[in-house]
Antibody, heavy 119, light 107 residues
């Protein structure tokens, strides 16, 4: 059973960088797309981006200028960096596995981590 | 971006009811449509992918249909565990967008 767990600071100051890590257990990171999704009351569920195990990435254009997703397959973890944050970036951040079986979908999710942007 | 519109935004139903809600895409997405269930404080859980394929372990009372721009999720007999919010999500093109959700409440 694949398990994902987010970690990182729950409070980030405006203009600083939000950094989160997702540790994958119960399976390797190979051959999957590892994703970040966030959820805020104002914007609902929002796709942030993914990284393929080979390192190729896809980002939501609305965040692309501020987002970096990286992966370390040796330690089965991947990370999110979102810079120049504002209060609008306050959300629950989820990591998720994206898989293809006749279609693409997010089949495993972490429990989520609330990140608040505030001074 | 492809816009996903769900209706209704909320509904009240009783245990045993047949419940259907809809999701509409702003352009054709073939069958690249997924459904998730979310309970308060929890992550979304995949129910159906490719519009109509039931994820392993999901009860058979859940079913999905549709293609192109219009999709439906049906719960054939609502159970107490089904009170939650349901989201559709398109996987046709990036950015992979979600609908605003349908909250199922107890009548």
């Amino acid at each position: 059973q694949v398990h994902l767990q987010e970690s990182g600071p729950g409070l980030v100051k405006p203009s600083e960088t939000l950094s989160l890590t997702c540790i994958v257990s119960g399976g390797a990171t190979g051959s999957y797309y590892w994703s970040w999704i966030r959820q805020s009351p104002g914007k609902g569920l929002e796709y942030i981006g993914y990284i393929y195990y080979s390192g190729s990435t896809d980002y939501n254009p609305s965040l692309k200028s501020r987002v970096t997703i990286s992966i370390d397959t040796s330690t089965n973890q991947f990370s999110l960096r979102l810079n120049s944050v504002t209060a609008a970036d306050t959300a629950v951040y989820y990591c998720a596995r994206r898989i293809y079986t006749s279609s693409f979908y997010f089949d495993y999710w972490g429990q989520g981590i609330l990140v608040t942007v505030s001074s | 971006d492809i816009q996903m519109t769900q209706s209704p935004s909320a509904l009240s139903a009783s245990v045993g009811d047949r419940v259907t809600f809809t999701c509409r895409a702003s352009q054709s997405i073939s069958n690249y449509l997924n459904w998730y269930q979310q309970k308060p404080g929890k992550a979304p859980k995949l129910l159906i992918y490719a519009a109509s394929t039931l994820q392993t372990g999901v009860p058979s009372r859940f079913s999905g249909s549709g293609s192109g721009t219009d999709f439906t999720l049906t719960i054939s007999s609502l159970q107490p565990d089904d009170y939650a919010t349901y989201y559709c999500q398109q996987s046709y093109s990036s950015p992979f967008t979600f609908g605003g959700g349908t909250k199922v409440e107890i009548k």
